[in-house]
């Protein structure tokens, strides 16, 4: 495996401290490579890399940004096989979410190249003194990106699509999970056309120090993270030193409220996706799943069937469903979260149990009668457990919907539209899927209201956290 240096200015170095961590396959065990481990002098180093470069591609045209921006896309494309295998080998997921992930992660590129060619601005004549108010939009400068590993690939291009279609250069720092999809990239962004130093990744096992450390170089004008709300706040707070422009994709706990008027069939396949994508390591992931007591039962009985038939095992197998989660301690918590539940009253309907052998697996398991007490109705589970409370009353449910700080997605399963719509403006998120259990697309703005972030990926609002706005008062 080649790519396993920091990749600095179009280089691959071996990092001034030389050293290295391991990545290992979750599904085995078994180190998968050693990667260079990034500290203060590299970021030093990529942050000049990515000043000189972004000075150029800044003044280039849009159009010629755009179509760099679109070859990366076809790139990527033709190579979702490749990055899919990298996928599951580092983050354990099976192979139909890690070509879903990779697909998802190469259309940024292609949303973007076009977004790219259609910044707006404005004149417009002042009220009061006839001066000319001319609004347009300029790159906000050098980005720090910050990604988390359940999705190695799209929530790296998530964020270098729009930083470079505004203009910005950018220095990215991947999980230390799994860097290693993020670097493959590199040679295929080159191939596209990005020139070197624009794009700069630095794995490293010092995070905290070395993210802090950019933060405080007063060329970086934009933090962009996705990762878990404890990190997010960190960040926000060493990012007021120099008032940067914060971009947060922070955690969830997405209710999932299935009404007595839904259709079943839709409300189970909504719930399965909504749940099982990625094996519930998503902040997306249905956390609490509230159905109607007159439905609860049938519910039950059939997402139990639907979970059961999963097959777990190495996500390199084409037949398996479900792969391994991260690591050890995703994995044990996901176990803590269940014990909890079952010791304060939860019934195991399927899973529920640690397996034997090699690999960080946990069994696709349903939880029926979870009590409001439970850990795991106030943290994210991030693992395949899907927890069901039940409910009677629409207004008790939309209240206990809100009743969290956190605000990224909920899921709605309802038939009569004017009530599904109206429960659905009564939510505090900032996503909703209605009798759908997949909300993420590139076109569309991605974001959570609360604590879990601020600002809004992918989208026409996408760009605009690279962007600054600059008004001109003239009079001519
Ligand atoms: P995490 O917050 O532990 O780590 C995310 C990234 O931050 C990693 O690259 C990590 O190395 C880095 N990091 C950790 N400590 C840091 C520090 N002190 N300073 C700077 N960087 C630091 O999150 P995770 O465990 O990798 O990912 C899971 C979390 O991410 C969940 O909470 C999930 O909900 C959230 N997430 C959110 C979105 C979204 O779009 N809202 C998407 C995916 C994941």
């Not at 000049?48 to 940004?65: G, K, N």
């Not at 190249?113 to 790159?139: C, N, T």
């Not at 998503?282 to 799943?289: F, G, M, S, V």
């Not at 939510?427 to 259990?437: C, K, Q």
Request: charged share 20%.
């Amino acid at each position: 495996m080649e790519c396993t240096n920091l990749y600095i200015n179009g280089q691959w170095v071996p990092g001034a401290g030389g050293e290295r961590f391991d990545v290992v396959n979750p599904a085995t065990e078994e180190v998968l490579a050693s990667v260079a481990s990034a500290e203060t002098a590299d970021a030093d180093a990529a942050l000049d890399a990515a000043e000189a470069a972004m000075s150029q591609w800044a003044a280039r045209s849009p159009r010629e940004r755009s179509e760099v921006l679109r070859r990366a896309w076809e790139l990527m494309t033709a190579r979702l096989d490749d990055f899919a295998r990298l996928i599951t080998l580092e983050n354990g997921k099976a192979g139909a979410d890690a070509r879903g992930e990779a697909t998802y992660a190469a259309e940024f590129f292609r949303w973007f190249a076009e977004e790219a060619v259609r910044a707006d601005g404005l004149i417009a004549r002042a009220p009061a003194s006839g001066a000319r108010i001319m609004v347009q939009h300029k790159p906000a400068g050098l980005a720090v990106l910050v990604t988390p590993w359940n999705y190695p690939a799209a929530m790296g291009t998530r964020k270098i699509a729009p930083a470079l279609a505004a203009g910005c250069g950018v220095v990215i720092k991947p999980a230390s999970q799994t860097p290693l999809t993020m670097l493959s990239l590199m040679p295929l962004l080159e191939e596209a056309g990005v020139p070197p130093g624009l794009v700069n990744v630095l794995p490293s096992r010092r995070s905290g120090a070395l993210v802090d450390h950019m933060l405080h170089d007063p060329r970086v004008r934009v933090i962009s993270f996705t990762g878990s709300t404890g990190v997010g706040r960190r960040l926000l707070k060493s990012a007021a030193d120099q008032v940067l422009k914060p971009a947060m994709e922070l955690g969830g706990n997405a209710p999932c409220i299935v009404f007595e008027d839904a259709d079943m069939q839709t409300a189970i396949e909504g719930t399965m996706l909504a749940k099982m994508r990625n094996l519930g390591e998503a902040c997306t992931a249905a956390n609490r799943i509230y159905v109607h007591e007159d439905i609860a039962e049938a519910f039950t009985r059939q997402l139990t069937e639907r979970m059961m038939a999963l097959k777990v095992g190495n996500g390199m197998d084409p037949t398996v469903d479900v792969g391994p989660l991260v690591n050890a301690d995703t994995r044990d918590k996901v176990a803590a979260f269940v014990s909890d539940a079952v010791a304060k009253g939860a019934r195991i309907e399927c899973g529920g149990a640690v397996p034997d052998g090699r690999g960080f697996f946990y069994p696709p398991t349903v939880l029926s009668n979870v009590p409001e007490t439970a850990d795991c109705v106030h943290d994210e589970i991030f693992g395949p457990v899907a927890a069901i409370q039940t409910f009677s009353d629409q207004e008790d449910v939309i209240r206990r919907a809100n009743n969290t700080m956190y605000g990224l997605v909920a899921y709605v399963f309802s038939q009569n539209m004017k009530r599904a719509l109206q429960v659905c403006e009564r939510l505090d998120y900032g996503m909703v899927g209605l009798n759908r259990g997949l909300v993420s697309d590139p076109a569309a703005p991605f974001g959570g209201m609360k604590q879990s972030g601020l600002g809004r990926e992918g989208g026409h609002e996408g760009m605009l956290e690279f962007m600054e706005t600059q008004y001109i008062s003239a009079s001519w």
